[in-house]
């Protein structure tokens, strides 16, 4: 019956005309045999021959594809059949595929259990739950049919030389007793070009379908290839993670960085919205009765949240209506029309009633008219075209003044700040981000008023064109229909399109802006979070202070907290503070000092340095360090501090975070909120939504391709790893504690709400150390044999209660207890096999992982064969190939933060007063912004480098960069070109990055 009922909607949506459908809704009107044609998306001139793929059912085990291929037959029949069910088999055989033998034994089976009433009972419920599975699966059957198959994953590690779904090791790998719905089924795809786009993208454009094809506005936004914007849509749809597509599905993507997925993204949530609010605004419309042909079009052609609301406008709640409504509702609407289409028969006079406002005399009519004109213009998408072409052509500039009547709450100083921009004029095509920002910081503060200058000519030539092309009346009209049609062009640019178009620019130019002021904020953030630790040294943190004395904490190795203190270095006791420093660095063997750049900075490191001229910390090789404690005061107040320090004090939890951020920035600062790191501009004036997640976004990058020990790492690291959260790193801590570490990546599956899919997203960045793994596992082996069968009992024992505990059914199978050198590697756990066979195939073994001899054999190989060759002799890609010959090659210990600059180590200082103009030093790179780059030079003052002197030349060619930017942590060589003693500002040259 589910059959017939989907094909008579199918009937009864057919019968509508098409002319009278949106396009969203054509869809809907077509029959199951269009349903099942090829939908697959291909680009121009790359596309493949789309082969057909493997329907969800084929990656169903072999028993469930047997019922779902005869389900539909059961519940299509006119009369039911019945359904034996082999208790002993746990299996369904249907009666018309059993023989006659076969079918009185099944008699007779049934003729036992009706004796006996508690089977008879069991076997109704079986029965039930089995008839409910049929119907289950054949709906779902026909749902898959009529969508074109399933959501089928991208896959670097299955490719078998033919577009087939491979069966066992992966799908047994990710799936772990989940119903078969859930299981992860992967494809491939040659030269990363899509055969066929995901089945979630095809339902949003059926549910949100516009006058313009996603991926098309996407690809011209971004100004990424048509092909790849499709593969990312199906990636994003499918839940994966940025980190894990970066990685993991390079060729999907043609190679592109964390950043460019983080912008695509965001110009897909954009589309997205303008879709969604569309499509809220042209069902609201309907109800109230007004939605008409051409305003549907209207709606479903916007692209922009601007051009929506320009649309959308007159059709408000509370709205009064427009002048354009207002004449309509008087009976205008012909009139005007009649001045277009025949102008020769329209009589203004016979519209005149003296007893209706609005009508009552002439001008009042032909006012009515240029209003409805004017309004069809506004709205006509042609010529809209025309004025933003136009626009491009000529000089359109931004300009801001003094504000007439500033707010009283405003001061002096704040309209001081601003005095670059009281007067201020900028083509829109050359005016900066950080221009535009500190224009918009400053109009809503009422300090500046900001307006759109377009020159007269703009407005004069598309008038031209209104009057003489565009809406040129089709026949003779007299000059007074032609005044008011001339009167209509003009009323609308000035009333309606130029606002418009002000809107439109503003509201882009900002959008822009703060783009760029977040992603350049989420570039500092990963240059900052990617510093070199600096690991095996005791510090001492230093949190500065006058009044209340620097609060010093010294941290081990290992980061545990060894003594806390109080001094008071400048409050004349600084003598007698020096011998308790003194004393605590030789007690506890401390040779680094870590000073925070707050209140009293410049003064305490003055100090220090003092101390170590004079060699007074003798035999111990003092040397000291600045770094930025931004963020240091909230997180000692935090609830994470109170319950990773309790009972210490907030402000010596903040000497010991300062000490941590130069032993583990990463790990350290993931406990602070981003935006109060303190390498952002302007981030209070962007969006916050936005904001919170690029820099969510950047964290969970870096801190997932860091990667952390799963054994040792603390949970709110953890939380960052891509695939995990709060909650599910919460249940990995609780299953380390109850079951001791975790030997292998297999044993992630047996934690409580790590998923098929978290564990596909999360795996590849989670290590294990082996001399760890290999000295907990010797000591389980020390065990008796008695020893071992009772602790397995236990073991089994303790996985039924728990599995009987759960509220959900999660059959979590017992991972074998054996460590996985390649669980220490970047490699993903998805392409272990390939990796093995490539072990092989170079005469290598696990034990050699990271070592000489590995490196040995891979660069033979590579010699002898090209990597594109050995990447299809093993059925994979070249990216996927290339990350396991990189996992292969790193040493256990490897990060890749040792690529990076570690924190600058000085004995000296060097005071403000002592720089001339053309001094040469090298400095750290503290701030980016979008007009220049801050450098601490040690002088207590950071130095700028503007803009323009950051050069492509000047940039080190061995690190990788989307943009001429420097980021902070980098080491610089620059020359001081000017010196403002009174403002203390100095001016940099950049000579070179170290």
């Known amino acids: 019956m589910s059959g017939l009922s989907r094909r008579a909607k199918l009937k009864v949506q057919a019968v509508v005309a098409k002319d009278e459908l949106p396009s969203f809704l054509e869809f809907s009107s077509e029959s199951e045999e269009d349903n099942d044609k090829d939908s697959s998306w291909e680009p121009q001139k790359k596309a493949t021959n789309s082969c057909k793929l493997p329907t969800s059912n084929k990656s169903k085990p072999k028993k469930v594809a047997v019922v779902r291929k005869k389900a539909p037959q059961i519940s299509s029949s006119s009369s039911p059949r019945k359904v034996a069910i082999k208790e002993e088999l746990n299996s369904s055989v249907l009666v018309d595929d059993v023989s006659e033998d076969s079918k ?71 799936t772990f007793g989940e119903p078969p719905l859930k299981k992860i089924k992967s494809t491939m795809f040659p030269q990363g070009q899509p055969v066929k786009t995901a089945r979630n993208v095809g339902k949003i454009q059926e549910e949100l379908e516009m006058n313009w094809d996603m991926v098309q506005v996407l690809s011209e936004r971004t100004s990424i290839e048509p092909w790849v914007c499709a593969n990312i849509i199906c990636l994003f749809n499918d839940d994966n993670t940025i980190p894990f597509i970066a990685r993991y599905r390079k060729e999907l993507i043609n190679n592109l960085d964390a950043d460019a997925l983080r912008e695509v993204q965001q110009a897909l949530e954009e589309l997205r919205t303008v879709a969604k609010k569309t499509h809220a605004t042209i069902q609201k419309i309907k109800k109230e009765g007004k939605l008409s042909e051409s305003l549907l079009t209207a709606l479903l052609n916007c692209r922009t949240l601007e051009e929506l609301d320009h649309v959308s406008a007159p059709y408000k709640t509370g ?93 002096e100083k704040d309209v001081s700040k601003f005095q670059l921009y009281q007067n201020f004029s900028c083509n829109i095509k050359n005016i900066q981000h950080h221009q535009i920002l500190a224009i918009n910081r400053g109009e809503n503060l009422k300090i500046l008023t900001v307006k759109v200058n377009i020159p007269d000519g703009v407005k004069n030539e598309f008038c031209s064109w209104c009057v003489q092309n565009r809406w040129r009346p089709s026949q003779f009209a007299r000059p007074e229909l032609m005044k008011i049609l001339h009167d209509s062009v003009e009323d609308s640019y000035k009333r309606l399109i130029y606002p418009l178009l002000c809107r439109e620019y503003r509201s882009k130019l900002t959008s822009d802006a703060e783009k760029e002021s977040i992603m350049m904020f989420g570039r500092n953030l990963r240059q900052l979070l990617l510093t070199r630790p600096v690991p095996g040294r005791t510090l001492m943190g230093v949190d500065p202070g006058y009044k209340h004395g620097c609060k010093l904490a ?44 707050g209140t009293a900075c410049r003064e305490t490191e003055a100090y220090f340095a003092d101390l170590i001229m004079k060699k007074y910390f003798a035999p111990l090789d003092v040397v000291y360090c600045i770094v930025n404690e931004a963020g240091a005061s909230i997180y000692s107040v935090s609830p994470e501090a109170n319950k990773e320090m309790p009972g210490l004090d907030p402000n010596l939890r903040s000497a010991v975070s300062i000490a941590r951020r130069v032993q583990d920035p990463l790990a350290e600062l993931v406990k602070i909120e981003p935006k109060h790191i303190g390498v952002g501009m302007y981030q209070h004036d962007v969006s916050q939504t936005l904001l919170k997640a690029v820099l969510d976004s950047v964290v969970e990058e870096c801190v997932s391709f860091v990667g952390v020990d799963i054994n040792i790492c603390s949970e709110i690291l953890l939380r960052h790893i891509a695939g995990l959260n709060a909650n599910r790193a919460k249940n990995i801590i609780e299953w380390r504690e109850k079951n001791g570490p975790f030997i292998n990546r297999e044993q992630l599956k047996n934690v409580k709400g790590l998923g098929p899919k978290s564990f596909q997203q999360c795996a590849g960045f989670i290590r ?15 065990f008796s044999e008695g020893d071992q069968a009772l602790s397995i009992a236990a073991v089994d024992v303790q996985l039924i209660d728990e599995k009987q505990s759960k509220k959900r059914n999660k059959a979590a199978p017992k991972a074998a207890l054996k460590p996985n050198p390649l669980d220490q590697t970047c490699i993903h756990p998805e392409s272990y096999d390939i990796a093995m066979r490539f072990l092989s195939l170079i005469g290598g073994n696990l034990c050699e992982i990271g070592k000489p001899e590995i490196q040995q054999k891979i660069n033979s190989l590579l010699q002898r064969e090209e990597i594109g060759e050995i990447a299809k002799r093993l059925g994979t890609t070249v990216h996927t190939l290339q990350i396991i010959i990189d996992g292969l090659n790193q040493p256990e210990s490897f990060d890749f933060r ?97």
């Open 898 to 994: 040792t690529d990076f600059d570690k924190p600058d180590f000085k004995r000296s200082i060097v005071c403000l007063e002592d720089l001339n103009i053309g001094t040469i030093l090298t400095g750290k790179v503290e701030n980016a912004t979008l007009f220049g780059i801050f450098v601490d030079i040690g002088v207590g003052k950071s130095g700028l480098i503007p803009i323009r002197n950051v050069t492509e030349a000047k940039l080190s060619k061995v690190k990788k960069r989307r943009s001429l930017s420097l980021g902070p942590g980098e080491r610089v060589e620059v020359k001081v070109i000017n010196i403002d003693l009174p403002r203390t500002r100095i001016t940099l040259d950049l000579i070179r990055v170290l």
């Open 319 to 411: 709205s009064k209506g427009t002048k354009a409504q207002r004449a309509k509702q008087l009976g205008l609407e012909g009139a005007a029309k009649a001045l277009l289409e025949n102008p020769g028969t329209l009589n203004l006079l016979s519209y005149v009633k003296p007893s209706v406002k609005g009508l009552s005399t002439l001008q009042e009519i032909e006012m009515g008219v240029q209003h409805i004109l004017a309004d069809m213009f506004a709205k006509d998408k042609d010529t809209l075209d025309f004025i933003r072409k136009l626009c491009l052509r000529r000089y359109i500039c931004i300009q801001s003044s003094l504000a007439k009547v500033s707010s009283k709450n405003v001061s």
């Open 104 to 174: 009185d034994e099944l008699k007779v089976l049934q003729n036992l259990k009706t004796t006996n009433s508690t089977r008879k009972r069991v076997s109704n419920k079986l029965r039930m739950q089995k008839a409910k599975k049929l119907k289950v699966d054949e709906a779902i059957c026909r749902t898959d049919h009529l969508d074109g198959g399933g959501v089928e994953i991208p896959s670097t590690s299955t490719m078998q030389g033919q577009h087939s779904i491979k069966k066992g090791e992966d799908e047994d790998n990710l």
């Open 768 to 782: 294990f150390n082996q001399d760890y793994i290999r000295t907990f596992c010797s000591l389980q082996n020390e």
């Open 554 to 597: 010294i941290i081990s190795p290992t980061s545990q907290i060894l003594h806390t203190d109080v001094v008071y270095l400048h409050s004349g006791q600084g003598f007698r503070e020096a011998e308790k420093i003194k004393r605590l660095l030789l007690n506890f063997d401390c040779s680094t000092v870590v000073i925070g750049n």
